[in-house]
């Protein structure tokens, strides 16, 4: 199972918004709309985001929402606030009770 | 507190075995999914396992299938992974994460709603 694909970085000066695909395949975001979104600060576990494509948790601002066209899903953040800079990673259901993670993208808030 | 905390991480030589545990608290661990992922140094994530709240549903990821064996034991709320034959490639930090839905299965996936803060695999000789 190849991890699906994220660009390496992004970036957006506070207040402004930034948006990170994640592509892959018509087996895993293309069939399934079981995409999840993780937030990764340095040194810590990794922090669910965005399930089911555009679902947030509790406690998971508003500013973060989710959307999938075809292959490719995208994670939007709104209002970027100076702790929103992280790694974050797609996650695709794959079929046959197996995941696939993206390849990271690093926002960084200028 | 809903915590989910690692242990058994350690150095292991190239082709012998290290058995991990995950002890959960503050949720009731059968009624969920669980999994391990690990995370490389300085790569990204990658799922290695997952384990139905019942245990009849077993899934590995092509990269350890045949050399891992996750199983759980509800009554001690914990998880484990057996790792066997290990690889150089093997070394990361391993994460237990709890799946969203509260059905025990993979399925409806909810993402994985709560992570340890992981053990640490180094395998070298």
């Known amino acids: 199972q190849s991890a699906l694909t994220q660009p390496p970085s992004a970036s957006g000066s506070p207040g402004q918004s930034v948006t990170i695909s994640c592509t892959g395949t018509?087996?895993?975001?293309?069939?399934?709309?079981?995409v999840s979104w993780y937030q990764q600060h340095p040194g810590k576990a990794p922090k669910l985001m965005i399930y089911?494509?555009?679902k947030r948790p509790s406690g998971v601002p508003d500013r973060f929402s989710g959307s999938k066209s075809g292959n490719t899903a995208s994670l939007t953040v709104s209002g970027l606030q100076a702790e929103d800079e992280a790694e974050y990673y797609c996650?695709?259901?794959?079929?046959?009770?197996?995941?696939?993670f993206g390849t990271g993208t690093k926002v960084t808030v200028l | 507190e809903v915590q989910l905390v690692e242990s058994g991480g350690g150095l292991v030589q190239p082709g012998r075995s290290l058995r991990l545990s995950c002890v959960a608290s503050?949720?009731?661990?059968?009624?969920?999914?669980m999994h391990w992922v690990r995370q490389a140094p300085g790569k990204g994530l990658e799922w290695v396992s997952g384990?139905?709240?019942?245990?009849?549903?077993?899934a590995y990821a092509d990269s350890v299938k045949g050399r891992f064996t996750i199983s759980r034991d509800n009554a001690k709320n914990s998880l484990y992974v057996q790792m066997n034959s290990l690889r150089a490639e093997d070394m990361a930090l391993y994460y237990c994460?709890?799946?969203?839905?509260?059905?025990?299965?993979?399925?409806?996936?909810?993402?994985?709603?709560?992570w340890g803060q992981g053990t640490t695999v180094t395998v070298s000789s």
């Open positions: 089911e494509v555009s």
């Open positions: 994460a709890k799946g969203g839905d509260t059905s025990g299965f993979f399925l409806p996936d909810h993402g994985f709603d709560v």
């Open positions: 018509s087996s895993d975001v293309g069939y399934y709309n079981y």
């Open positions: 384990i139905s709240w019942n245990s009849e549903s077993i």
């Open positions: 996650s695709s259901y794959a079929g046959s009770n197996n995941y696939v």
């Open positions: 503050g949720f009731t661990f059968d009624d969920y999914a």
